[in-house]
């Protein structure tokens, strides 16, 4: 009880200081209802004390438990704060690393399920502990965000020319998610994810990339014989056997080639490209205009020719800059979150959702060919049509709008988002 009394004693104090306050006022025949809320006051000064009083005895008891638990760990022999044990080592450093020590390093996981924690988890849950600690860079269906890694889709993309390699189109082995999330995830705060909460957020990667259904319940016990999507796409490198052997011959080491030529100054060579770009140019530099080489003049600076006069388009004025075109390019934005499902525009096609074209004034559930849910058939049938208003309130929450819909997306939090999106559906709808 030592720490108690500094904590309730300035309570007490206060009380007595409002009393003796309410007793001198009162005396000086002040009105009934001052002395009434002067009673209040004391009355809530009191059950503050009370209050404190009861604060001051939890904390006791938190302590005595933290000192038990001490203690009994101290029993076993695994008091981390104890000195060292002696090392029988030739210059008397370091230590054996305890049992516990060693097991909060081995975390890891093999391909055959070895090292999972016992534990379990589905994409429901998966979902919201996503939403929380994942989605702020890998994007709420894990498409990423700006660009943090896309963890959701390109399946079968990996022999075209620009392969998008994502856990579910590229990684071959599950426990491989579970190690290096449970690992090294949320970037920043590693460590921090339960078993169950990996278990879950991993289900959820899977569900994001249509591996799994929504009921899917992953465990330690499943998780390693789940099949992968690129499970076979990785080959034991033979190169250093099949390949290596025939290419290799004596190199040249002197008068290796006859004649040698300038044919190109560095200056004249790519230029870095444009921002976003991935096309270097050619710098537009001409011969001419370069000055020539001297053995004796000071160290060369090449100057490149003046770049060709980009078409000249007058800056917009501010007051001009189309209002629409900003709405719209808003509206592209907040159209990323969509584009997972959705496409939009010429040639669109259905992808997990249907393609959006003229979305306003179609009727709802009637793209060709997709599977919609029962309640869009049922919409369908009663020739329901997309408005603006219409379209507002189901994306404000698709799931209370349209209930059973198999839209998995939680609804567009910002009014404004709502109306720049449509802005940009519509000027998107060919
Ligand atoms: C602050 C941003 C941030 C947050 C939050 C975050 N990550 Fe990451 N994540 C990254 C970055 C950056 C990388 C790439 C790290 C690297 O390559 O070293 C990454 C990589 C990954 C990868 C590997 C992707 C690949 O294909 O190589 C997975 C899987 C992943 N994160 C899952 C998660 C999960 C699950 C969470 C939530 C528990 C999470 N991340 C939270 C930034 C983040
Ligand atoms: C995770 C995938 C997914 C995301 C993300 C998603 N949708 Fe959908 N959307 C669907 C599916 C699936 C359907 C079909 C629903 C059904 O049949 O119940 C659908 C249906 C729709 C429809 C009805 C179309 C029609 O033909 O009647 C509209 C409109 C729509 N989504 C707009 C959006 C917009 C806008 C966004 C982004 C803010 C969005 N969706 C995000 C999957 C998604």
Known sequence: MSKSPSIFLPAFGVTTLALGVAY?????????????????????????????????????????????????????????????????GRFGLGRTA??????????????????????????????????????????????????????????????????????????????????????????????????????????????????????????????????????????????????????????????????????MRSVFLVETPPEGGTVSMMNPAKPEGLPSFSATGPSFVPVAAPKLEEAAAPAPALEQVDEGAQLVAAGKKVFKKCAACHAVGAGAKNKSGPQLNGLIGRTMGTVDGFKYSNVFKAAAQEGRVWDEESLAEFLAKPRSYLKGTKMSFSGLKKEADIVSLTAYLKANSE
């Open 24 to 88: 001198g006022v009162a005396s000086r025949d002040y009105g009934a209802d001052k002395i009434e809320t002067l009673q209040d006051r004391v009355g809530q000064v009191e059950s503050h004390a009370k209050a404190a009083t009861e604060k001051a005895t939890q904390l006791e008891l938190n302590i005595a438990q933290v000192q038990a638990a001490a203690a009994e760990r101290g029993a076993l022999g695994v008091d981390l704060t104890a000195p060292a044990p002696a090392s029988d």
């Open 98 to 263: 305890l049992p516990v020590e060693i097991a909060a390093w081995d975390v890891d996981v093999l391909p055959d399920g070895r090292g999972l924690p016992a534990g379990t988890g589905n994409a429901y849950d998966g979902e919201e502990v996503f939403a929380e600690k994942c989605a702020a860079c890998h994007g709420d269906f894990a498409e990423g965000v700006d660009n943090w890694p896309v963890l959701a889709g390109g399946l079968d993309t990996l022999a075209d020319e620009d392969p998008v390699k994502t856990v579910g189109s590229y990684w071959p082995y599950l426990s491989t998610v579970y190690d290096y999330v449970y690992r090294s995830m949320p970037f920043g705060e590693a460590g921090t994810l339960t078993a169950d909460e990996t278990y879950a957020i991993v289900a959820y990667i899977l569900y994001s990339n249509d591996l799994i259904d929504d009921d899917f319940e992953l465990t330690h016990e499943n998780l390693a014989s789940f099949d992968m999507h690129n499970k076979d796409g990785f080959v034991v490198d033979d190169r250093p056997a099949t390949e290596y052997e025939a290419w290799r011959v004596e190199p040249c080491m002197e008068n290796c080639k006859e004649a040698t030529e300038v044919t």
